[in-house]
């Protein structure tokens, strides 16, 4: 049982280089999101999807889309990287939202020089 | 601000003793959640406490949620150095959408 997979793992880009982070999960949950993980900040919500057609900003949406296709995927779009954007991202999904526990991915390890 | 305070921020404790963190908010919660954290790896969640005052036990681990629903608590009981970890608190925003504390960073020396 996958759970939730990202890709890639580590990736560094230039500043102004665009690209997409993969998530993809196979328990067929409606609400998946994306959190991006800086030292002293813990997660902070970036985008976020209650099913597929829908998508919402988080709390710190700026510079980044999503869009939800299918219910098994939920790519985030990077669209001109800056070295702000150094962290770690996180795709999450659950079957319902807030009350129900939310499953992780490994995490992309982004760097933006 | 943060919708979730976390504190503290870093806890380094010997084996065997005992500690509690805790999760603080101004908003009412219908329920929080509390994820562990190693190092590599995204959260995994540890228990979800729904009903104000209730108390739920993991093992050493003690979870409670405030009366009022705004806060909760995690003490650990003769912490054990694979207790280390990022502890962190969770509860729903204002649209469904979960958020996260800062979290509590522990280290547990053997």
């Known amino acids: 049982n996958a759970g939730v997979t990202q890709t890639p793992k580590f990736q560094v880009l230039k500043t102004g280089q665009s690209m997409t982070l993969q998530c993809a999960q196979d328990?067929?949950?409606?609400?998946m999101s994306w959190y991006r993980q800086d030292p002293g900040m813990g997660l902070r919500l970036i985008h976020y999807s209650v099913g597929a057609g829908i998508t919402d900003q988080g709390e710190v949406p700026n510079g980044y889309n999503v869009s939800r296709s299918t219910t098994e995927d939920f790519p985030l779009r990077l669209l001109s990287a800056a070295p702000s954007q150094t962290s770690v991202y996180f795709c999450a999904s659950s079957s319902q939202g807030a009350d129900t526990e939310a499953f992780f991915g490994q995490g992309t390890r982004l760097t933006v020089v | 601000t943060q919708l979730l305070e976390q504190s503290p921020q870093f806890l380094s404790i010997q084996e065997g003793e005992n500690l509690t963190v805790y999760c603080n908010s101004s908003?009412?919660?219908?329920?929080l959640q509390w994820y562990r954290q190693e190092p590599g790896e995204g959260p995994v969640l540890l228990v979800t406490v729904v009903t104000g005052g209730e108390v739920k036990k993991l093992k050493r681990l003690t979870f409670q949620f405030g009366d009022a629903r705004k806060d909760s608590s995690l003490h650990i009981t003769a912490a054990q150095p694979g207790d280390t970890g990022l502890y962190l608190c969770?509860?729903?925003?204002?649209?469904?959408?979960?958020?996260f504390g800062a979290g509590t960073r522990l280290t547990v020396k053997p």
């Open positions: 328990m067929n949950h409606e609400y």
């Open positions: 969770a509860g729903g925003g204002h649209n469904n959408d979960m958020r």
């Open positions: 908003s009412v919660f219908s329920s």
